[in-house]
């Protein structure tokens, strides 16, 4: 499957934006999906997950709350909406997948999925 993320841009702090991740293929709602993030000069980190089918999810202590994760397997698509954003937050986000039958919900490393998109840059100004 090839994702590809969109949505990114430059919000002051408290604002709000929605990131995307299109899919390429059929087998969409066969994959468990991912948000994970990366600042400079840090590590890749886990953001959100969802389920294939959209009824779990799954959120990192960082954003819970604020942030929501949400699929439109019609539309072959995945949602990051972000609101009360925090300067802390900006960073590239990458969407990934893997694919149901070989993990388990959730998957909150890098290594616990099999396809990535480019990062969308978000930046959040103090």
């Known amino acids: 499957v090839q994702l590809q993320a969109s949505g990114g841009g430059l919000v002051q702090a408290g604002g709000s934006l929605r990131l995307s991740c299109a899919a390429s293929?059929?087998?969409?709602?066969?994959?468990?999906m991912g948000w994970f993030r990366q600042a400079a000069g840090k590590e890749r980190e886990f953001v959100a997950a969802?389920?294939?089918?959209?009824?779990?999810?799954y959120y990192a202590d960082s954003v819970k709350g604020r942030f929501t994760i949400s699929r439109d397997n019609a539309k072959n698509t995945v949602y990051l909406q972000m609101n009360s954003l925090k300067p802390e937050d900006t960073a590239l986000y990458y969407c990934?997948?893997?694919?149901?039958?070989?993990?388990?919900?959730?998957?909150?490393?890098?290594?616990?999925?099999?396809?990535w998109g480019q990062g969308t840059l978000v930046t959040v100004s103090s």
């Open positions: 990934a997948a893997v694919s149901r039958r070989s993990s388990v919900f959730p998957a909150v490393t890098t290594m616990g999925y099999e396809y």
């Open positions: 293929g059929r087998t969409f709602s066969s994959y468990t």
């Open positions: 969802i389920s294939w089918s959209g009824g779990n999810t």
